[in-house]
């Protein structure tokens, strides 16, 4: 693949920032909330002119944010690395079998750590599922 085949840094963050939210399950409005319950405002149509590539995020905090949320390194996110912990930012085999240790069995971590993000981002006491079910209701 030449240069001129290589995808732009804003392009492979439209990919990567999109797809970690569809793993997580989380809606683009439940993304702007829980970045708002964190004290950082972004817009939902923010969200969907990064996810649609059409735009980079105005503030560095944007992308930090959403690295955050989505359990991810900024790093990842902007296509330096191929890893999603970033570079060098792995889990120490006792941590890693800390984790696992409280994880019911045949469920694997990355599953484990996107049921604890989303049990940590609830709105007014709803869980996740309940706000999606009200949302495919509307």
Not at 15 to 31: I, N, T
Not at 47 to 61: F, N, T
Not at 91 to 110: C, D, F, T, W
Request: glycine content about 10%.
């Amino acid at each position: 693949m030449n240069d001129a085949e290589q995808p732009t840094t804003q392009a492979i963050l439209a990919e990567r920032a999109r797809a970690e939210r569809e793993l997580l399950g989380l809606s683009r409005d439940k993304v702007r909330l829980a970045c708002k319950e964190l004290g950082h405002e972004i817009t939902e149509y923010g969200i969907i002119l990064v996810e649609h590539g059409v735009a980079a995020p105005a503030r560095a905090v944007d992308v930090a944010m959403l690295a955050k949320l989505y359990g991810v390194s900024t790093d990842y996110l902007l296509g330096l690395c191929e890893d999603p912990l970033g570079p060098g930012l792995h889990l120490a085999e006792g941590q890693k079998s800390e984790i696992e240790g409280m994880m019911r069995p045949g469920i694997g971590l990355n599953d484990f750590l996107a049921h604890v993000l989303r049990t940590v981002l609830m709105v007014d006491g709803e869980r996740d599922q309940d706000i999606l079910e009200k949302e495919q209701e509307r």
